[in-house]
């Protein structure tokens, strides 16, 4: 493990059990309707013609012991029925055998890394300042396995995705398929707790009865997200003032490039700690970094 690594884990085996479980008793309903209107459709050709010549499909067949009747539905089955199920079952056991084996997460100092995808891959970095909230949930098939899913909110804009694209259905940090959520909960806790600490020089700056910039900034940032518009940030010229390129400021205030990348474009609503820490880099006031209405 890279000392970067706080905690790393992937989906537990048993999460491919659980999909084929799932997937199978589908398949059953499904094949189950099939046969009995293959079943049906037979019975009424037999009886509507019953010297209808034989198939193709059986003008080779030796005599078994079944009438015409039973070798038809015998052939429709198998090849209606019994090989697509099988079939089906073998790729679906494939998908879920290599997706189980690329689903991996990080926990780092700084933010969550998901990586995904069998023939996309995906990688999806979560800062620790944009998290909210962590739920753990378990559906009917999962506690069949004891399997846990972790779905962490975020705030604002998706998260840093890399290597395709991202889904408008699927939550950006959902980690399926977890024997012990309570870990990887706690994990992220503790250093959700770590990155929510306001520094001394912001308390000293800013929560005083004489300093607006604190109660500017909350209510412009609220106010955005009531009305789901985009932040308006003069980041982008205050960092080219300075002479900073995106990734040297992101470095220097422990985010990821694409995390600065939305802010300036206004798809990020930032922590205030954050915003803090941006400010001192672009020797600026927090106000500053956003037109306040």
Request: net charge positive.
């Amino acid at each position: 493990m890279r000392k970067d690594k706080f905690y790393e884990g992937s989906i537990h085996r048993d999460f491919r059990k659980k999909n084929l479980l799932k997937i199978n008793l589908i398949l059953i309903g499904i094949f189950s309707i099939i046969t009995l209107i293959a079943i049906g459709a037979v019975f009424n050709l037999a009886n509507a013609s019953k010297n209808a010549p034989r198939p193709p499909i059986l003008s080779n067949i030796v005599d078994i012991g079944l009438n015409q009747t039973a070798e038809i539905i015998f052939w429709v089955l198998l090849e209606v029925v019994i090989i697509p199920f099988i079939v089906i079952n073998i790729i679906v056991h494939l998908y879920l055998t290599a997706y189980t084996k690329n689903f991996t997460y990080q926990v780092s100092e700084d933010n969550i890394i998901i990586r995904h995808g069998v023939f996309t891959r995906t990688k999806v970095t979560i800062p620790f300042i944009r998290i909210q909230n962590i739920n753990v949930l378990s559906g009917l098939f999962d506690r069949f396995f004891n399997l846990y899913t972790v779905k962490i909110e975020t705030a604002g804009a998706s998260g840093s995705v890399s290597g395709g694209t991202s889904s408008t259905f699927r939550p950006e940090g959902l980690i399926p398929g977890i024997k012990e959520p309570d870990i990887i909960e706690d994990k992220i806790n503790q250093m959700m707790s770590k990155h929510s600490k306001v520094p001394t020089g912001l308390q000293d700056k800013i929560f005083k009865p004489e300093e607006l910039a604190f109660d500017n900034f909350i209510s412009y940032i609220l106010s955005k997200m009531r009305e789901g518009e985009k932040l308006k940030t003069n980041i982008t010229t205050l960092r080219e003032r300075v002479n900073l390129t995106v990734g040297k400021l992101a470095a220097k205030v422990g985010v990821p490039e694409q995390t600065i990348r939305y802010l300036e474009e206004g798809r990020y609503n930032p922590s205030l700690t954050l915003a803090y820490k941006i400010a001192q880099e672009l020797n600026c006031k927090i106000e500053d970094l956003f037109e306040l209405a």
